[in-house]
C-alpha cells in the first residue's frame, strides 16, 4: 500500500513527540494504544490493536537513527511544535502558513529542523511528494529561523517507514 492512511501518521507522530519527551517503550505502548483503537485500526479477537507492535518497532527504529542521536545530545530539542505566521508568497499575497514542526533541535551545528514522512515509497509519485515535502521542510526552516531569529543549520526529512533521511 502507498499510505496507511492520515491516521497511522498520527498515532506515529505522537509516539515520536512523547519519546521526544522521554517515555519508556511501556509508556508508549499505553500511549498509543487508544488512538489506534479510537481511529478503528484493526484489532485483534480481544480487540487489542494489531499495529501496536508496529508503531512500537517504527519508534524503536527511529530512536535508532542518526537524527535522533544528535538530537539527545542537543541543547534544546522540542516536538510536534504547532505556528502559524502570516507569509508575504509572491504572487498570491499575503497568506496564513499553518503547520507542526515534527522536530526542531539546537546542537553546536545550530538548528535543525525535521520532518517525519509516513509513507511506505512504492508509488509512482512518491519522487513529486518528496519534491513538495523538501519544500515545506524549507518553509518550516525559514519560519523557524524568523520565528527564533537564529540560523538553520539543517533540514531533514525522516521517512520513517523506509529508514531513510534525506538532509541538506
Sequence with gaps: ATTRGYEWGSVVHAALAAAARGLDE????VLCRSPLVEYERPVDERGEPLELNAVLD???RVRGSDLWRRAEGATAVMAEIP???WSASGERGEELVEGVVD??????????????????GDD???????????RQVEEY???????????????VLLFTTLGHEEAW
Excluded: M, N
Excluded at 522536530?103 to 511506505?120: E, N, S
Design 124 to 134: 509512482p509519485d512518491f519522487a513529486a511528494r518528496t519534491i513538495r515535502y523538501r
Design 58 to 60: 517504527l519508534v524503536r
Design 83 to 85: 505556528f502559524a505566521q
Design 103 to 120: 522536530l526542531v533541535f539546537r546542537d553546536d551545528a545550530g538548528w535543525t529542523v525535521a520532518d517525519y514522512k509516513t509513507d511506505v
Design 26 to 29: 511501556t509508556a508508549l505502548g
Design 141 to 155: 526552516a525559514r519560519i523557524w529561523r524568523e520565528l527564533s531569529g537564529e540560523p538553520i543549520a539543517q533540514r
